[in-house]
Nanobody, 124 residues
Framework: QVQLVESGGGLVQAGGSLRLSCAAS????????WGWFRQAPGKEREFVAS????????DYRDSVRGRFTISRDNTKKTVYLQMNSLKPEDTAIYYC?????????????????WGQGTQVTVSS
């Protein structure tokens, strides 16, 4: 069984930074692509970023490209999301997920394993 646990969320002022981590337990997911999604109050969950199994290919939603960076450390079975220049509209619960695919994926339906989420709140 695979469990994903996010950490690193919190309250930050606009313009600040946070680094989210997602650690996997159970079987290795080093051959899987990973992703981050978020869900703001009253809105549907949306894709944020994805990284291939090698870590060499990444994809981002347009609104975070250039501000967020996804990375992974397969030796630690951990994926990270570095978030810089945060804006109030980035406020949401952030979820990490892993897919059986090895290449980046943007659709929720492509992801098999999900974490419980971590709250990120950006104040203006």
């Amino acid at each position: 069984q695979v469990q994903l646990v996010e950490s690193g969320g919190g309250l930050v002022q606009a313009g600040g930074s946070l680094r989210l981590s997602c650690a996997a337990s159970g079987r290795s997911l080093s051959s899987n692509a990973w992703g981050w999604f978020r869900q703001a109050p009253g809105k549907e969950r949306e894709f944020v970023a994805s990284i291939s199994w090698t870590g060499t290919v990444t994809d981002y939603r347009d609104s975070v490209r250039g501000r967020f960076t996804i990375s992974r450390d397969n030796t630690k079975k951990t994926v990270y999301l570095q978030m810089n220049s945060l804006k109030p509209e980035d406020t949401a619960i952030y979820y990490c997920a892993a897919t059986k695919a090895i290449v980046v994926r943007t659709a929720e339906s492509d992801y098999e394993y999900w974490g419980q989420g971590t709250q990120v709140t950006v104040s203006s």
